[in-house]
Structure formats: C-alpha cells, structure tokens
C-alpha cells in the first residue's frame, strides 16, 4: 500500500489543510498505519495504567480520530472512554468501533472545547505535534485539567524536533504548575523508522 496520506501528514501547516487531510484519509487510516506497527496508543494505555488504579473513573481520549487509541484503552481494562474529534470522517470510524461511551466532534477554532474539571484522564495520541495540533492545545488541556488530573500524551520524532512543542511542556514543569510521572522514547510507526515519547503530566 502506497503511503498516500501517511508521507504528507507531517507537513500539513494550517488547521483547516490538517482536517481535510484526515477527512480523506479516514476510510484507509487504519490499515495504512497498522501496515507500519503502530505502536503509540498501546504504550499510552500502558502508561496511564501504571499510574491509574480506577479503570472506572471517565478518560477524555482528545483527537481520538478513528478510535485505534480507544480500543487500547479498553484492551488495558479502562471502562468509560469519550472521544473528541474535529474530523466527521474519523469519528465515523471511531463509532464503528464501539469502544466510546461517547463521541463529540469539536471546532478546530474553539478555544476551550473541554468543560473545565469535566476529566481528571486526558489522553492525546498522536494529536499534538507538526501536522497536527499546535502548542497551544497543550495549554488547553492542562487548563481543563482540575488539579491532581492526568494528561497522558505522545511528542512524535518530528514533534520533539520542534521546540516550541517542548518548550512548552517545560514551561509547566519549571514553574512547578505540573510535574512529570513518566517519560519513554520507542516504537511509534516502526514501519516508517519513526519514534515517539509518551509522557505522564499530573497538573498540580
């Protein structure tokens, strides 16, 4: 299989260019990236229960596109799992999938799409990065986060690349806002040669 929208999901620069690009992609998501070893979603679920005893407690899955990171979360014995997801297509896909209590599809440019204290769990796979979601989302997510609440997320190769993504964790970390739980480079598109970092954050 051609990587057709896999070799250009790095380079997509503007919001609106990103949400078309995975409109399109969503019917083929899927096979494209397991047909690489996707590996991300499982060694995010693997991280939030090692640090996360309440398989019942509500988990916010942001950017949960076609819901491969859903299905991980259940795999790891997590219960009640919502998605939210700016691509109709992919939410499509994700519904298929049945591991969602819910499914929200939010605006690209709504600058607070989670309820403040509404999740304690925030997962992000794959979501922030170049091509994907700015900086910014960063500091969207911890904002919603009450304190004590978890956000477990992926910088991929090309992200951890980029400064201002990392800078941007470490601006919480140094002012003592959150501090870090877990940290570990590896597999993330092993077909492609491509690694990421899973990280914990406890927002404090």
Not at 93 to 101: D, F, G, I, T, V
Not at 143 to 172: C, I, M
Request: net charge negative; aromatic share 8%; glycine share 8%.
């Amino acid at each position: 299989m051609s990587n057709k929208f896999l070799d250009k999901a790095y380079d997509l620069e503007t919001p609106e260019a990103t949400l078309k690009h995975y409109n399109q992609w969503a019917a083929s998501y899927d096979a494209e990236i397991a047909e690489n070893g996707y590996a991300t979603p499982g060694r995010i679920a693997d991280a939030l229960a090692q640090v996360q005893s309440d398989l019942r407690e509500p988990i916010l899955d942001f950017g949960c596109g076609t819901g491969l990171s859903g299905l991980a979360l259940r795999r790891q014995g997590f219960e009640i799992i919502d998605g939210m997801e700016p691509s109709d297509e992919m939410l499509s896909q994700a519904r298929s999938k049945e591991a969602y209590r819910s499914l929200i599809r939010i605006d690209v440019t709504d600058s607070a799409p989670i309820p403040n204290g509404s999740y304690r769990l925030i997962t992000g796979c794959g979501v922030l990065g170049t091509g994907a979601a700015p900086p910014s989302v960063f500091d969207l997510i911890l904002h919603a986060l009450p304190r004590g609440g978890l956000f477990v997320f992926s910088y991929n190769d090309h992200t951890l690349s980029d400064p201002d993504y990392t800078q941007k964790v470490n601006e919480w970390l140094d002012c003592s806002a959150a501090r870090l739980l877990f940290r570990e480079h590896g597999d993330h598109l092993p077909g492609i040669g491509l690694k990421s970092t899973v990280y914990v954050i406890e927002k404090i």
